[in-house]
């Protein structure tokens, strides 16, 4: 059973529709990875997800209700978290400050949340004080994604997080995004990096001019020559 | 030779840094609103001046109500018990006129720039309605004791030649600046509210997604900002005096201020004030009679050794403000660009 799912998703920022027919979904405990080349529509579809886009069809569920009225704000508080690709950290405040801001919508004590975020990434503990704008590009992702699990999200929306990332900062981040599975989250993200992604997938969706082209275990997708010789190169 | 010393630094004081330092903190507190405004709302607004004359404004027709019943706290003046009159009819005014106005072009979305020059029609509008109300004359309404020192005091109490006279207005300029800093950056650094102020100036997207309510986040800052004009006005006017047009003419050193600093950093605004404040009042100050003390007798110089006839003062804040944007355009404390 999804948790959060876009079902025949049709729409775009005004003009030509973007999505044509997309179906992405991800489920709690899973990682769902959404890959396809430039232009496919990856981004649109999350924005889709998360009510930045106006759909002209299709719908989007949350836990099994339809949240195609709810705006994006209301949809963090239903507890969705987007980790957008670029701007995803508040530069001059310091990192807590940043963790706070993510917790924003919660009443009570957070420090809970925050010991886990700290737990999950150590190096943010050490530079707490720190604004988020002296941080390294890794360092930036991790406070990032851990801005967006102070929600408690029940689904985590990732866009590129490895994007110009090296292969050793990129294999620590998607060993961290396992970690937050583990923890019973539904993870989604976009990625770049397809090979890698979907490695660790439960779910991959490789989307190709705004519609939903392959749908699979990243395993089977990984195996599947087609999809190896269009979008992963051999 | 000491005693020559000694009156050159109190004559310096007199003159100059004791009316700088209220002058800044009169600026620091319009420059703060400018740029929290600019920050939050992401346009210049040009009826800041404005505001804080209708600010004083407001606090004026109280304090006239306040002596006509000999209500009064001697010996401080009575606008400072007006001054809440003020700050309330300050923010009413700036909130009717975003609902009015701003909010429209929020809605639309509309370039700074088109917000800007929409400011300049609400300046227009509210210096032509504090006209129509108190006039365009010079309003006294400062009472209770002018001086906290007079210079006669002082110099009997030093034997100095030269007198150092605080005006309470003086005191009273920079007590409640400090206090209104102090307050605000208590709120920024410390609450909730202050802190979403801060999230959604950095990265508004951000905070939009962290659950910020963009339209409250605006209403506070309105209320902080027309809150600080009010003040600032009250202040200036009982420094100073109160006439309409006199605001309209702080813009500029407040504008000057507010960019020098960084726009949308509020340390930088207050930097900026006093830096503004300071170069005004010592580039227009003749040193005739501080070298005099200083200098030995043949090289006591002839003229006033003013840099610049006090009719020019505005032009310092210009100057200051053009090299800034050429040298270094986001200011001393790394703003944004206008």
């Known amino acids: 059973m999804s948790f959060l799912a876009g079902e025949n998703m049709h729409g775009g920022y005004g003009g030509a529709d973007i999505l044509r027919g997309c179906t992405i979904a991800a489920a709690k405990g899973e990682i769902a990875v959404v890959a396809g080349p430039n232009g496919a529509g990856k981004s649109t579809a999350m924005k889709a997800l998360f009510g930045m886009i106006d759909l002209r069809e299709g719908r989007v569920t949350l836990g099994g209700s339809d949240i195609g009225r709810l705006t994006p704000q209301g949809r963090v508080k239903a507890g969705m978290a987007f980790v957008p690709q670029t701007g995803n950290v508040f530069t001059t405040m310091t990192v807590q400050e940043n963790l706070e801001m993510g917790a924003f919508l919660r009443r009570g004590d957070i420090s809970g949340s925050m010991g886990q975020v700290f737990d999950l990434f150590p190096v943010l503990a050490e530079k707490r004080r720190q604004a988020a704008g002296e941080l390294s590009g890794g360092q930036r992702q991790q406070l990032a994604i851990g801005r967006a699990l102070m929600t408690r999200p029940g689904v985590l929306m990732l866009d590129e997080p490895t994007a110009g990332m090296s292969p050793i900062v990129m294999d620590e981040l998607f060993d961290r995004i396992l970690a937050i599975r583990q923890a019973g989250?539904?993870?989604?993200?976009?990625?770049?990096?397809?090979?890698?992604?979907?490695?660790?997938?439960?779910?991959?969706?490789?989307l190709v001019a705004g519609a939903c082209r392959h749908t699979g275990t990243g395993e089977t997708l990984l195996g599947d020559p087609e999809v190896r010789r269009a979008f992963l190169g051999g | 030779m000491l005693t020559d010393i000694a009156n050159a630094f109190v004559l310096l004081a007199n003159f100059v840094l004791i009316p700088a330092a209220a002058y800044g903190a009169q600026l620091a507190l319009g420059a703060?609103?400018?740029?929290?405004?600019?920050?939050?709302?992401?346009?210049?607004?040009?009826?800041?001046?404005?505001?804080?004359?209708?600010?004083?404004?407001?606090?004026?027709?109280?304090?006239?109500?306040?002596?006509?019943?000999?209500?009064?706290?001697?010996?401080?003046?009575?606008?400072?018990?007006?001054?809440?009159?003020g700050v309330l009819a300050a923010i009413a005014a700036s909130l009717a006129v975003d609902r009015s106005v701003f909010r429209y072009y929020r809605r639309r979305r509309s370039s700074p720039i088109a917000m800007a020059i929409a400011s300049v029609g609400v300046m227009f509008?509210?210096?032509?309605?504090?006209?129509?109300?108190?006039?365009?004359?010079?309003?006294?309404?400062?009472?209770?004791?002018?001086?906290?020192?007079s210079a006669g005091a002082f110099k009997r109490a030093t034997g100095l030649g030269e007198g150092l006279s605080i005006r309470v207005s003086q005191v009273l300029t920079l007590a409640a600046a400090a206090v209104a800093v102090a307050a605000l950056f208590w709120l920024l650094q410390r609450t909730r509210v202050g802190k979403s102020m801060r999230a959604y100036s950095d990265n508004e997207d951000l905070a939009r997604l962290s659950g910020v309510d963009p339209e409250r986040t605006v209403l506070?800052?309105?209320?902080?900002?027309?809150?600080?004009?009010?003040?600032?006005?009250?202040?200036?006017?009982?420094?100073?005096?109160?006439?309409p047009f006199t605001y309209f003419q702080l813009l500029l050193p407040m504008f000057a201020a507010a960019i020098v600093g960084g726009i949308g950093q509020p340390v930088g605004a207050i930097a900026g004030a006093f830096l503004v404040a300071f170069s005004e009042v010592a580039l227009t100050y003749p040193y005739r009679k501080f070298l005099r003390y200083l200098l030995p007798e043949e090289l006591q110089p002839d003229g006033l050794?003013?840099?610049?006839?006090?009719?020019?003062?505005?032009?310092?804040?210009?100057?200051?403000?053009?090299?800034?944007?050429?040298?270094?355009?986001?200011?001393?404390?790394r703003g944004r660009l206008l």
């Open chain 1, 185 to 206: 989250v539904a993870v989604m993200m976009v990625e770049q990096n397809a090979r890698q992604a979907l490695a660790v997938a439960d779910r991959g969706f490789v």
């Open chain 2, 220 to 243: 506070v800052t309105w209320v902080i900002a027309a809150g600080l004009a009010a003040i600032a006005g009250t202040l200036y006017g009982l420094d100073k005096s109160f006439q």
């Open chain 2, 32 to 85: 703060l609103g400018i740029t929290l405004l600019f920050g939050i709302l992401r346009f210049a607004n040009v009826a800041h001046g404005d505001l804080m004359a209708f600010g004083a404004m407001a606090t004026i027709l109280a304090t006239w109500q306040l002596q006509a019943w000999g209500i009064g706290i001697a010996p401080l003046p009575t606008a400072l018990l007006a001054l809440p009159i």
């Open chain 2, 305 to 333: 050794v003013q840099l610049l006839s006090t009719d020019y003062k505005f032009a310092v804040s210009f100057v200051i403000l053009v090299a800034v944007l050429i040298w270094r355009p986001t200011g001393l404390f």
């Open chain 2, 125 to 149: 509008v509210m210096n032509g309605l504090i006209r129509m109300v108190i006039g365009p004359d010079d309003r006294a309404f400062g009472d209770g004791a002018r001086f906290l020192v």
